[in-house]
């Protein structure tokens, strides 16, 4: 018989809701319940494409006895890490502060008022390797709450109070300059691998925000090293196995150091993150590399994640059936010497070989190969290569394909806006631009409400429960207003000022600028969750900064540029020490320091080919942060293009930048030229 999880529209909850554990949706009433029967909670955190949470469920969740323990002795709570955030983040805090590290499947105990007092992440059914079983850690719980009642809520208080007490150094307050940008390059350079790429040791993820700071940080100083570190890492992840060689499209990390052996799953945050940064590096380069890989993975994102509202799905499992009825990591994207022979003949087979660097060995388990592109010496034919991919890719396709979580993110898809606008606008490529459109209709249509308030999740077009965190308003925002300049429609910027004004009146701590991750209005947790460091996606305030700091651009409006630069201070003080997970926080530093440029082009329409072309040039303009708007003289969709004439009857551009304005032009190479140096 269904749980209580039956009624939830996450993919995740769903896929619990026929255990035998008796599960609860977070809420008040299953902490009530806990209250009423005086006992603890066990609260397990996850996500629908996360193959350790698959593992957990199997073996203990699905079992009929351990599921009897478990409602006999707690209210157990099941929390979709990617529909609450901010349950996932303020209880992580926990997790690492006490162990040191954390992870997914999340395993935390609570007392009926929340405080965690025991946490873990996986647990096996049976010792393991120095772990207890889970059964042995539900016994200790149980057996501790009976008999230590007292010690457990003393550990839970102190616990809450050292998280209330761990503050963030907010610097002060103060764009980083020139020095802070510089002594974080140094150190990024300290931490690069050159041999392989990227940043650290395995595992290995895509630095995919720090890749854009580098990227800008080339276009403002020069750097030739900053430019080097990012094409190296971007052409290595290319050419690696988390790159799908036949299909597009990024799996989320490399579980060694040389981008070898992926974790399989594909997440969306991951392939807009990093469709944008290759579109950024052609742009930077004229790298063809870049281009593909850019366009690639755009047309993964369109053709394996969009709804069918619209809007993008969350994630496509690591997990998938190998023709045998067992799910195995993996199984959907690997080959064996045999089977290429039996799909593409042996001469092929042969060529596939050496082209993918498939060996008799595997590269992974079993014999089999993650497909990668190794520098070789001598060419391939082109052509005979594209056959070979064709029909590898149509033998894929009859395999049984990874499972998709459907659940449609708002700041996801706003980082996926950004992405597809641009890369569609670079490349002439008007059915990205309209995937674009169409996932950002979705999100007004479905996910803001009529004061503009954002809901974080919807499924099958119906809007989930749970209220925007700041990531939300801020990525959202940030896909408007890349979608605004594309486009020059201006209601995307009139959006991205209504998401905008929410991050300045709920999100904002008034005196000294510090952002929070959830609103001031938002469901009061142990703590209120705050943290301006990257992880596999922006912090929410760093990504805020940014779209605060474009919006300024826009508009000339001196609380959002003020409000940006007060949080910037963070980036201050953390850049120089700590710039692999501040990425996104200097690349916004980056474009406070060059400005940012504001762009006008006017011109009497988009369809006029000098209008059109200026256009273009102020896109691909590398200088960071340059906003652009683009319309007729007399037309009021943008405030940058107030008073502004054509000149001599001429489509034109206004350039300006620190409140000093170029001269009007009609020339292509003088606005390319004062959009670089």
């Given at each position: 018989?269904?749980?209580?999880?039956?009624?939830?529209?996450?993919?995740?909850?769903?896929?619990?809701?026929?255990?035998?554990?008796?599960?609860?949706?977070w809420s008040a009433e299953a902490f009530e319940e806990a209250r009423k029967r005086n006992v603890p909670v066990l609260l397990s955190i996850?996500?629908?494409?996360?193959?350790?949470?698959?593992?957990?469920?199997?073996?203990?969740?699905?079992?009929?006895?351990?599921?009897?323990?478990?409602?006999?002795?707690?209210?157990?709570?099941?929390v979709d890490r990617e529909e609450r955030p901010d349950v996932d983040a303020v209880y992580m805090e926990a997790v690492q502060a006490a162990t040191g590290q954390g992870g997914w499947p999340m395993t935390v105990f609570l007392t009926p008022d929340a405080e965690p007092f025991y946490f873990g992440t996986y647990f096996p059914p049976a010792p393991r390797q120095g772990m207890p079983s889970f059964r042995q850690v539900l016994q200790g719980v149980h057996q501790?709450?009976?008999?230590?009642?007292?010690?457990v809520t003393e550990v839970a208080g102190k616990i809450v109070r050292d998280l209330a007490g761990r503050e963030i150094s907010y610097g002060d307050a103060q764009t980083p300059g020139e020095q802070e940008l510089a002594q974080a390059l140094l150190a990024l350079t300290r931490e690069y691998d050159p041999q392989r790429g990227g940043f650290g040791g395995a595992p290995k993820f895509p630095p995919s925000m720090v890749l854009e700071f580098l990227l800008r940080h080339h276009a403002r100083t020069g750097a030739e090293g900053a430019l080097q570190m990012a094409q190296d890492t971007c052409e290595r992840m290319a050419r690696g196995g988390i790159y799908d060689q036949l299909g597009g499209g990024f799996a989320r990390y490399s579980v060694d150091r040389d981008w070898i052996v992926p974790h399989f799953e594909k997440m969306l945050y991951d392939n807009a993150l990093l469709c944008r940064v290759y579109a950024h590096l052609w742009r930077a380069t004229g790298s063809e590399l870049a281009r593909r890989v850019a366009l690639e993975t755009a047309d993964f994102m369109v053709r394996e994640l969009r709804t069918a509202e619209g809007g993008f799905a969350s994630a496509l499992d690591a997990d998938s059936d190998d023709g045998t009825g067992r799910h195995v990591e993996g199984a959907y994207y690997v080959w064996t010497p045999g089977q290429l022979r039996e799909v593409l003949g042996e001469q092929d087979a042969e060529l596939a070989v050496q082209y993918f660097g498939v060996t008799e060995e595997g590269t992974f388990e079993h014999g089999q190969s993650v497909l990668q592109l190794p520098q070789q010496d001598g060419l391939f034919d082109a052509a005979k290569i594209a056959s070979i991919r064709e029909r590898l890719l149509a033998e894929r396709a009859g395999r049984p394909a990874p499972g998709r979580d459907d659940k449609v993110v708002a700041a996801w898809n706003g980082l996926a806006i950004a992405a597809l606008a641009e890369t569609g606008a670079y490349f002439d490529r008007p059915d990205l631009v309209e995937a674009a459109l169409a996932a950002a209709d979705l999100l007004v249509r479905l996910h803001l409400d009529e004061q503009a308030r954002l809901t974080r999740t919807s499924k099958d077009g119906h809007a989930g429960a749970n209220a925007g965190v700041l990531e939300d308003y801020a990525d959202v925002a940030e896909g408007f207003l890349a979608l605004a300049s594309v486009t020059g429609e201006g209601?995307?910027?009139?959006?991205a000022g209504f998401l905008l004004d929410h991050v300045l009146a709920r999100f904002t701590d008034e005196e000294s600028g510090a952002l929070f991750d959830t609103a001031a209005d938002a469901e009061r947790l142990i703590r209120r969750p705050q943290d301006p460091t990257d992880n596999a996606a922006p912090s929410g305030w760093t990504a805020a900064a940014g779209a605060l700091l474009s919006y300024a651009a826009h508009t000339g409006s001196e609380p959002h540029r003020t409000a940006a630069e007060k949080a910037l201070g963070v980036v201050k003080a953390l850049g120089p020490r700590v710039p692999r997970f501040i990425g996104w926080g200097l690349a916004a530093a980056e474009a406070a320091l060059d400005g940012p440029r504001e762009v006008a082009v006017v011109g009497p329409s988009l369809d006029h080919e000098g209008t059109r072309t200026l256009h273009r040039t102020a896109l691909l303009g590398t200088a960071p942060g340059a906003v652009v708007a683009v319309g007729a003289p007399e037309s009021d969709e943008f405030p940058l293009l107030a008073d502004r004439p054509l000149v001599r009857g001429e489509p034109a551009a206004y350039v300006c930048r620190n409140f000093t304005c170029d001269a009007p032009t009609t020339e292509v190479e003088r606005l390319r030229a004062a959009l670089i140096d």
């Open positions: 018989m269904p749980n209580r999880l039956a009624h939830e529209t996450s993919p995740y909850l769903l896929q619990h809701a026929d255990n035998p554990v008796d599960w609860w949706p996850g996500y629908s494409s996360c193959h350790w949470c698959h593992v957990m469920a199997h073996e203990s969740f699905e079992d009929q006895q351990t599921a009897e323990y478990l409602n006999a002795h707690f209210v157990s709570v099941k501790a709450w009976e008999e230590r009642r007292d010690e209601v995307w910027l009139e959006f």
